[in-house]
């Protein structure tokens, strides 16, 4: 179960390859990368969601995980057809932002309902100082694009809720994790550390967007941009095949 | 195995394996304690399928009830219930 863990670091060295491509060569190479990976990890969310019935509880989770990398694999494979035809986007600007917003709040649910789960187990030890840390860490990574984008709501809707989203998705990396810390020994251990090491991987994906700066050049940044990208949706992959692995039969 | 462990140890070894060693301690600790009124270690072999089913709720959560239920089958079959 641990070798999982390769997966991830592999595949962000795969997308690191980008950065021996020129433009716009690289572009399409992230972006074919990237919808491999989200397509994985959708079509392996649902082969999870399958080994749960509609009334268990990690069913509905599993379920908008799915739905999430499914709609991230279809924003990203438009957007890789507009590349390779060139000129504008294939669907309108509104559709392609309802894209993004739907899949956002899926992939936010899908963690909550994790994180309730857990909860409804009453096997979960309460920890408030925990979950404030959790939700301060999160305010502060997701706080500055946040207030842009709520002082330009009417121009960006669409930044405002998808770092509504990041910032549900930080502050249940505590939570996560802690359930983690509590299964230490079991093999459902695995499932939520990926979870945790997912979201854990898309806070270190906005904290490099904030703060890369000119620290190292364009195709270096955006080489690292795109290995955290893919180690994050990788992590994603890993925790449903730990669910699986998990399971016994 | 069965003759060296308590029931409750038999338990606690089957869902340690997906649960982790800590969790599924407490996890038949509380479950003996609220639903049987008694301390895991008393717990006898007819009680089990009581326990099983009070832990029943966990183990669906966490594992599915195709999970939970493969799982006490095999409880149950170890102490031949």
């Not at chain 1, 990368?33 to 509905?60: E, H, K, N, Q, W």
């Not at chain 1, 842009?148 to 549900?168: E, M, P, R, Y």
């Not at chain 1, 700066?213 to 955006?222: E, F, H, T, Y």
Request: glycine fraction near 8%; include cysteine; aromatic fraction near 8%.
């Amino acid at each position: 179960m641990k070798r999982l863990l390769l997966i991830p670091l592999v595949c962000a060295a795969i997308a690191a390859a980008g950065m021996l491509l020129e433009e716009p060569a690289a572009a399409k190479y992230y972006r074919a990368v990237l919808i491999a990976a989200a397509l994985v990890t959708a079509v392996s969310a649902f082969a999870t969601t399958r080994r749960f019935a509609p009334g268990d509880r990690l069913f509905a989770s599993w379920l908008f995980v799915g739905i999430g990398y499914t709609l991230s694999t279809v924003r990203y494979s438009l957007r890789l057809i507009a590349m390779i035809r060139g000129g504008g986007d294939l669907l309108p600007r509104p559709a392609l932002d309802a894209l993004l917003i739907l899949q956002n709040v899926a992939i936010a649910v899908a963690l909550l309902m994790f994180v309730l789960a857990w909860n409804a187990t009453g096997l979960s030890r309460h920890r408030p100082w925990l979950t404030a840390l959790g939700i301060a860490v999160a305010l502060v990574v997701g706080g500055y694009p946040l207030v842009q984008g709520w002082k330009g709501a009417g121009a960006d809707t669409v930044l405002l809720i998808s770092t509504l989203g990041d910032v549900v998705g930080i502050a249940l990396i505590v939570p996560l994790a802690t359930s983690a810390l509590a299964l230490r020994g079991g093999l459902l251990m695995h499932t939520w550390l990926y979870l945790a090491l997912c979201e854990f991987f898309w806070m270190l994906y906005d904290i490099w967007l904030a703060v890369r700066g000119d620290a190292v050049g364009a195709r270096a940044s955006l080489g690292i941009e795109q290995m955290i990208r893919v180690a994050a949706i990788m992590f994603a992959f890993i925790a449903t095949v730990a669910q699986r692995r998990a399971a016994p039969r | 195995m069965v003759g060296t462990q308590t029931p409750a140890e038999v338990v606690r070894a089957h869902i340690a394996r997906y649960l982790g060693p800590f969790t599924a301690k407490t996890a038949v600790q509380m479950m003996a304690k609220q639903k049987l009124g008694v301390d895991a270690d008393s717990v006898t072999r007819q009680q089990v399928p009581a326990l099983l089913d009070a832990l029943g709720p966990t183990l669906r959560t966490l594992m599915g009830k195709g999970g939970a239920e493969t799982v006490a089958a095999e409880i149950k079959r170890e102490l031949a219930l």
